[in-house]
């Protein structure tokens, strides 16, 4: 079994609705979730738009290689509503991404682990800081903690809504 940390996103419709909705689906379709973050909102990254967005990571127990989750990915977001209308970054209902998978690193041309630019991301440094503050970049060799507090990122991050019925627990075993 595969330890997998996503990282879910959504500035379109009901948010909050779109990221349970997620949570549910990856439940359904890909293992266990062991952990989540509390609910952050931030400015786009990468591109603009008025729309806030909601973002969350889950540490997901998973079966399934990292072929099969990204397949399970795309009907997930399909689902939810996403429509993808360019190759640049763009608004969305639902966004989830492999973060991490274990510490495998690998490079293909549809999916990179670890995801790129997580170093250059607070909307994903925060919320993996929150449910895995020691679990090493397998690739840059620090923790999330160092990344974090080592990012240059300047878009506003800010915590949206507690997570208090799931508290993430320290995963050292990772």
């Known amino acids: 079994m595969g330890k997998v940390f996503l990282s879910l996103g959504t ?24 952990s989540m973050s509390s609910i952050y909102q931030s400015e786009p990254w990468g591109f603009n738009s008025e729309n806030l967005f909601l973002n969350q990571v889950i540490l997901v127990e998973s079966a399934l290689s990292p072929k099969e989750i990204l397949k399970e990915i795309h009907l997930i977001e399909k689902e939810i509503g996403r429509v993808k209308t360019s190759a640049d970054y763009e608004s969305r209902t639902i966004d989830v991404d492999i973060l991490f998978y274990d510490d495998l690193i690998m490079n293909e041309p549809n999916l990179s682990i670890p995801h790129p630019h997580i170093e250059n991301r607070k909307f994903v440094l925060l919320p993996m800081v929150e449910v895995a503050p020691d679990f090493i970049h397998p690739v840059l060799k620090k923790d999330m903690v160092y990344l974090a507090n080592n990012c240059s990122d300047t878009h506003l991050v800010e915590e949206f809504e507690k997570n208090n019925k799931s508290k993430p627990t320290q995963i050292n075993e990772i």
Request: glycine share 8%; no cysteine; charged share 30%.
């Open 11 to 34: 500035n379109l419709g009901n948010r909050k609705v779109f990221l349970k909705k997620s949570i549910a689906q990856v439940k359904k379709r890909m293992g266990s979730v062991l």
